[in-house]
Structures are given as C-alpha cells and as structure tokens.
C-alpha cells in the first residue's frame, strides 16, 4: 500500500528519498529501508517519504516507477512536484533506473530525465556503485549527474581522490561537489556472548547438530560475485588444521538467500559444496531474506564473518559485520571493503587463495585477535560509521543543497588531496 496524501503532507516539507525499497530482494533497497528509518529519527519533525519501483511496500511509500516503460520517470517526477520536498535524497544503482528495450539499456538516459525534471528543488545524490577506473559512459553519467544535483555523497575517501585522478588523467573537469559519507551502521544491535543461546534458540540452530560452540560465518545475498566456493573449497583442511592447533571444533554457517534469478547455477554450486561439508559435520545451510532484525542475529551467533568479493562494492554485509562489531577477513583491494577495514582495523584482507586460508585460520586459532579486531570495530563503529554519526552528515549535505538552491552558487568542496 503506497502513501495516502495525508501522510505525506506535514507541517513542514517532508524528505523524499527515491530509491528501489523491500519486498524487493536488493541490497539498495535493504539499504535505503535502514537509511530511512535513522534519517527520520534525526528529523522526527518532518515525513520521510519514499518514491519507489512498483514492487515496494510501506506506510509513506509511493510505488510508482515501472522502469519497464521509457517515461517511467515522469510519475516520479510529478510526485516529486506534488510532494514539494525539503529535500530529494536518491539512491542510486545503475541497474535500478534502467530501462530496456529488447535487452538493450537506455544508459541511465531516462534517470537523467527526471534529474532534470526535479531540479528546482534540493538534491543529495548517494550512487552505490563507482569503480575505481572509469569507463566512457561511467564519465558521461558522473558528469552529467554531479552536473544537475546539489551535493554528489561517496563513501569512502578513496573514491574521492581516484575521481579526482581519473578526471584530471582523462583532461576532464573535476566535480567539486562531491563529499564523502560512509556506509551506516547500527549502533544497537551489540548483542553479548551471553546473548548468543538465546539467538540460536530463537533461530532454530540450537538443535542443530553441526552447529557447534565455534563458528565462521558466511552471511547474506548468495551471488555469482560472492565466491563463497572460494572458502568452502578449503574448509574441510582449515577444520583439521585449527583442531590439531587448538582441539576446538569449528562450523561454517553458510546463510541467505539467492538474490538475482541469473545467479542459480552458482547458488546450486554454492549450497552443493555446503551440504557435502553438512555431510561431513562441517558445515550448515540455513535459507533466511537478509533483511531485518534477522539479518543481524544471524550474524551474532557466530564468531567471525568471511565476506569474499570479486566485485568492487560498499557492502551492506560489511556494515552489519561493523554492527556488530564481528572480526572479518574481506577481499582487497575493493572500494569500501578496503577502505573499511583499513579505516577501522577490524578485519583482515586478502588477495589470493593463501592469504584467505592464513587469515581464517589466525582468525579460529587467536581468541585474543578476534577480541582486538572487534575492540577496533566497536570505536569506528562508535566514531565513524554509526547512523548517527552518518545522518548528521546526512544532514549537513540537505544544508549545502539548500543553499545552493537559496542562493544560486553551486556547491564547491576541497579536493581530497
């Protein structure tokens, strides 16, 4: 059920966030959905509202963009004109404005279209996906959205430098109205080891027989770009390892769900290799929508969390593995992942096949390494990466759009370097 008027009309002008929103299996979309609810604990004093594709849902969510169509974004665009928003606050994927026309996208043209159809009001613009070497059609997007928004959000400090480099090494213009905002976190779901039985209860792990005292997680969207093979392939000689250093018994809880239908031969070749560890003791499968209260407490059970990537990503996963203050081993070098966890201090990384194994094992064999990576997470969740902390920012970057509307200069910021 889409918004009724009388919810989107306060006193004062709400905040209109555009972006892909649950039910829909998206990583944006469980994003935003989080994003919303601290951003409207900041500005309890305004709606925040959201502008969605035609499979969201929710009280003061307005589900109108079929991207199916090529004038998607004028419903958009007209309820952003209706709305008269305090601020448009879009998160974007490139994928998630793309219309196709047997099977060949549009570029994002269309997106364009209702950037310029809404620029009279104020907007934050937080793209999800910017690589660290740019194609020609990834400079012609970023010039011609940094060009119609306000305030241009990356997520890491890395990001900004290397647009700064390709810009400069291309002969091209730097955007200046880029600022850098990470990935929030939550600050309340610190659940204690004491806390641990009673999840697993609530779960339905508890009685599980391969779930044992010690455990290496694997959690969330199951995809091609995840690679939990690559962990899976050496479980079985990590296990012996760890047992004849230290006599502890380990499991490997392999837990999510598919996401994209174009992922299912890997989710079968995934789940397969799990469930031969299953067979063996090593190892379970558990199906859940990472998303919610559950994502988390999936996560809280176990020890340590293994986030393998091939893609360069800011990741949700990571965000709750920073949560909950979980020690980690992630690839590098890749964007947020990377920068993350050089920030904080909280995880290990990555490079090859040798490097993986060595960090799990330290990771199973060093309690007090796990107590340290995890010490390191819970002050940068506490000083950086908080929604709190992250929606202040959040904040500060509506002021300078605001701004720039009122007065007509465009915003200009320091360059990172």
Not at 287 to 302: L, W
Not at 340 to 357: A, D, I, V
Request: charged share 30%; net charge negative; proline share 5%.
């Amino acid at each position: 059920m889409g918004a009724t008027e009388g919810t989107a009309m306060g006193r004062r002008k709400p905040i209109v966030m555009i972006s892909s929103f649950p039910p829909r299996a998206c990583g944006i979309a469980t994003f935003a959905e989080e994003a919303r609810e601290f951003i409207q604990k900041r500005h309890p004093e305004r709606h925040v509202l959201v502008i969605a594709h035609t499979d969201a849902e929710g009280e003061g969510v307005f589900p109108i963009m079929d991207t199916r169509h090529p004038h998607w974004w004028k419903a958009a665009a007209e309820k952003v004109h209706e709305l008269k928003p305090y601020v448009v606050h879009v998160e974007h994927e490139y994928g998630l404005y793309e219309h196709r026309n047997n099977g060949t996208g549009d570029g994002n043209k269309g997106f364009i279209k209702l950037l310029d159809a809404i620029r009279e009001f104020p907007i934050v613009f937080e793209p999800h996906t910017v690589h660290g070497r740019y194609r020609e059609s990834e400079f012609e997007f970023i010039e011609a959205a940094t060009a119609r928004v306000d305030v241009f959000l990356l997520k890491c400090h890395y990001q900004k430098w290397r647009m700064d480099w390709n810009f400069t090494s291309a002969h091209r213009k730097t955007p200046r109205n880029v600022m850098v905002v990470p990935h929030g976190a939550r600050p309340d779901r610190r659940w204690s080891i004491e806390d641990v039985p009673a999840l697993k209860v609530e779960l339905g792990l508890d009685k599980l027989p391969h779930v044992g005292h010690r455990i290496c997680g694997l959690v969330g969207w199951i995809q091609a770009n995840k690679r939990w093979d690559i962990l899976t392939s050496m479980w079985e000689e990590i296990v012996e390892e760890v047992k004849q250093r230290t006599g502890e018994e380990w499991d490997l809880l392999a837990a999510g769900q598919m996401r994209d239908p174009n992922d299912l031969e890997e989710y079968r070749k995934f789940r397969g290799e799990v469930e031969l560890l299953e067979s063996k003791g090593l190892a379970h499968f558990h199906e859940f929508v990472p998303r919610g209260d559950t994502y988390y407490k999936v996560m809280a059970i176990c020890d340590f969390i293994v986030l393998p990537s091939l893609d360069e990503t800011q990741s949700g996963t990571l965000a709750r593995i920073i949560a909950l203050n979980k020690p980690y081993v992630t690839t590098a070098p890749l964007e947020g992942l990377t920068a993350q966890t050089l920030e904080s201090n909280g995880g290990l990384l990555f490079t090859n096949r040798k490097m993986l194994r060595d960090g799990v094992v330290k990771l199973a064999c060093d309690e007090g390494e796990r107590h340290r990576l995890g010490d390191n997470l819970a002050k940068y969740l506490d000083e950086v990466a908080s929604w709190d902390i992250v929606t202040a920012q959040y904040s500060e970057a509506y002021a300078l759009a605001r701004q720039a509307k009122r007065t007509g200069k465009p915003v200009e910021l320091p360059l990172e370097f």
